[in-house]
């Protein structure tokens, strides 16, 4: 099951390793942007924060030193697993 | 060489390129944009120790040569020598981020292996020292192969020795470097990741308080309160901390008004500088301090990483209405000007989304609309309260800036679902780190907003209000004629009243309007000018707001407030859509829509008070 676990799923305050994104499943230059950032294949991330109200939406990710603010329809194309 | 050679700055967003662009080049800049595309080009000279002038361009931040927008196309093409028109960069400065190495570090092997004489600038040393981060330039220089010079663009730090090796720069040892032309993405980022750590020699964990900040300011329910607390602070400061410093503007406008009735003879030299030059732009000029006490806000909360915050807490919102919190910044920033905030769309990577916000962008209340609110409800809204320090005049002004953010919201609705249809635009943004904004940036940033508000001041508004008062004064009226009615301005008002007459706008209202549109600030003007011209000595004396509570009936007043929130009277604001659309096709879009929405807002809301008997 945990090959299901997609980054949109992770609680706020854990840990995650992205293991593959479904870069087609995201529109080219929002693909490109993420991974210039570094949200790719292989990247340790944690789940800093979620939006407000109840749509849990945009999510603040953890990567290095930087926070980077994604919508979780992008976290959502990335497949990670427990660290 | 007869040419000069042209340096260009080149690095991730966020590098501090800018700040490091102003630190070397001060007040020798030239902007424009480059030919064919709404993106900025930056240029300014400065000289290299030798004396040798040089061009520095502030090219985009970018995070790769392979663009994946307009900007960062720009700034590939530019490198690579390929921009026509452009000439190829003598020496590349790739700007890095001290304290974010690993991702910056990426870009810049990339660059570097294009085999330009190259010099990193390692950027932000204050910061990194400040997060407990201890590095080692000369271990990073062996890494990459080139020259690295840290900085600390905003403090002036590091500039001499950058300039030196800009100038040692094209006798550089090529063999230094890597082979690295050919990495993978993948493989450039392992190896910024080993540089990264070769680089630092001492690290702590004193960067958690940003986290720490984060886990409050973006917590789902204190962040959107201590957002709208803090809006709601700013709004406010608007009007009380301003008050001292317009009675002290206010006073030496009257002052010299009486000082050139005291000493210059009676006649129409006198009438022009009184009624037209000094009441005009005088009744403009006095909203000076708002407009300041508003950018600062706006500006503190820019430098200091919170806007991003605010962006990332207002995205959910904006998604409704097909946005995304990227639109929130420029938004904001209409609320004291539209001009910049529609400059600032240019960091919305969507074009739809771009275009929306442009279109909205003159619904937010601009600065130039408070003078005009500002005297309507001083003369029709009573001054009393209507709850424990809510003021009801104050109440009303927050009902308008209300009722241009939900049409804005309203707007952009129906646009996205009509002529900027497409898919829902997303949200990717990388957070700043957090800082005490630079006194001296703050002081230069404050510093060019009034001067671009003065300056309109003295050129538009100036002229406007001459002329108007040129049209105004002409021909002189018999006895016993109102001059405002005989003169050439009042005829042209006569026609534009046919229109206006039903809407319950006065012939007053009409003949405001037309100069107005050059800049909504030139209604109050105009008013004041057509008043004083017409006035006797009595009515001079009860001022602007004294002659409109007794001319003006109050549906005609709220029409006239509701017209406001919509009409796009602004020459600056069509100018700069055109620009930034590259075409007349958006500009006239926007001022049909708008016009549209305030002549109807603006009927309704006369009817609907004649019909409640107000
Ligand atoms: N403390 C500090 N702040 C800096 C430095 N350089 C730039 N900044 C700030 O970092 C932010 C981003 O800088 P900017 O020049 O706009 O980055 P650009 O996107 O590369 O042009 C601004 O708020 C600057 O004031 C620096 O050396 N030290
Ligand atoms: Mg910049």
Redesign the pocket.
């Known amino acids: 099951m945990d090959s299901q676990l997609t980054l949109d799923q992770i609680a706020p305050g854990s840990r995650a390793e992205i293991i593959s994104v479904a870069w087609d499943a995201l529109a080219p230059d929002e693909a490109k942007r993420l991974r210039a950032l570094g949200l790719d294949e292989g990247a340790r991330v944690a789940v800093a924060h979620r939006g407000i109200f109840f749509g849990s939406d945009p999510m603040a990710i953890i990567l290095g030193r930087t926070t980077i603010a994604i919508r979780r329809a992008h976290a959502r194309a990335m497949q990670v697993k427990h660290p | 060489m007869s040419r000069v050679p042209v340096i260009a700055l080149v ?12 630190a070397l080049t001060g007040a020798r800049q030239k902007i424009a944009n480059y030919p064919g595309v709404t993106v900025e080009r930056k240029a300014g000279r400065a000289a290299l120790p030798s004396g040798q002038p040089i061009e520095l361009v ?1 090219l985009p ?1 970018s995070y790769s040569l392979d663009a994946a927008s307009p900007d960062e196309e720009v700034t590939s093409q530019v490198v690579m020598g390929r921009f026509r028109g452009e000439a190829m960069p003598e020496v590349l400065v790739v ?1 890095v981020d001290a304290a974010n190495l690993e991702q910056h570090l990426v870009f810049a092997q990339e660059l570097i292996a294009l085999g330009r004489p190259t010099v990193v600038a390692l ?5 990194a020292e400040r997060d407990g981060l201890v590095l080692d330039p000369a271990a990073l220089s062996t890494a990459l192969g080139v020259p690295v010079v840290p ?5 002036k ?1 590091g500039l001499d020795a950058l300039l030196e090796e800009i100038e040692q720069a094209p006798q550089q040892d090529r063999t230094l470097r890597h082979e690295v032309a050919e990495l993978s993405l993948p493989e450039r980022r392992l190896a910024a990741h080993n540089m990264a750590n070769g680089a630092i020699l001492s690290e702590t964990t004193a960067y958690r308080w940003h986290s720490r900040l984060d886990k409050v300011l973006l917590n789902p329910w204190a962040g959107p309160i201590i957002l709208f607390a803090l809006l709601f602070v700013m709004f406010q400061a608007v009007f009380a901390w301003a008050d001292p410093f317009i009675t002290l503007i206010e006073d030496a406008i009257e002052s010299m008004i009486g000082f050139v009735q005291a000493t210059m003879p009676d006649g129409i030299v006198q009438d022009f500088l009184t009624q037209g030059v000094l009441t005009g732009v005088g009744s403009v000029v006095v909203f000076l301090p708002q407009i300041i006490i508003l950018f600062a806000f706006i500006l503190v909360m ?2 200091s ?1 919170y806007m991003a915050r605010a962006a990332f807490l207002m995205d959910r919102l904006m998604a409704y209405v097909g946005l995304s919190g990227r639109s929130f910044i420029p938004l904001l920033s209409s609320f004291a000007c539209a001009i910049p905030g529609i400059m600032a769309t240019r960091a919305i990577a969507d074009p739809k989304d771009r275009l929306t916000t442009i279109l909205i962008a003159p619904l937010m209340t601009c600065s130039a609309r408070l003078p005009v609110y500002a005297v309507i409800i001083g003369a029709f809204i009573p001054s009393r309260t209507v709850g424990p320090g809510i003021g009801l005049q104050g109440l009303v002004l927050f009902g308008l800036y209300l009722f241009g953010i939900v049409g804005a919201m309203a707007v952009a609705l129906v646009l996205r679902r009509t002529v900027t249809k497409g898919a829902a635009s997303g949200f990717i943004m990388e957070m ?1 780190r957090y ?1 005490v ?2 006194l001296r ?1 703050l002081l230069i940033g404050l510093w060019q907003r009034a001067y671009i508000f003065l300056r309109r001041a003295g050129t538009i508004i100036f002229m406007a209000t001459v002329i108007l008062w040129v049209l105004l004064s002409f021909p002189k009226a018999e006895p016993g004629e109102s001059q405002v009615e005989a003169s050439i301005a009042g005829r042209i008002a006569d026609g534009l009243n046919v229109v206006m007459e039903p809407i319950g706008f006065n012939h007053e209202i009409s003949l405001a309007l037309v100069p107005a549109m050059a800049a909504r600030e030139v209604a109050v003007s105009a008013l004041a000018t057509t008043y004083a011209i017409d006035g006797d000595e009595d009515a001079q004396a009860a001022g602007l707001t004294g002659r409109l509570a007794a001319d003006w009936s109050l549906p005609t007043a709220l029409a006239f407030l509701a017209w406001f929130v919509f009409a796009p009277q602004c020459l600056s604001t069509i100018a700069v859509t055109r620009r930034e659309t590259n075409g007349w096709k958006w500009p006239v879009v926007m001022l049909a829509y708008l016009f549209g929405l305030a002549y109807v807002f603006a009927g309704i809301t006369y009817w609907g008070a004649v019909a409640l008997g107000l």
């Open positions: 690095g991730n967003p966020n590098a501090g390129k800018s700040a490091l662009f102003n502030d931040g700007v950027n932000m040393v204050d910061l900085t600390v663009a905003v403090r730090r820019e430098q990483g700043p800082q904004p630079p940036d």
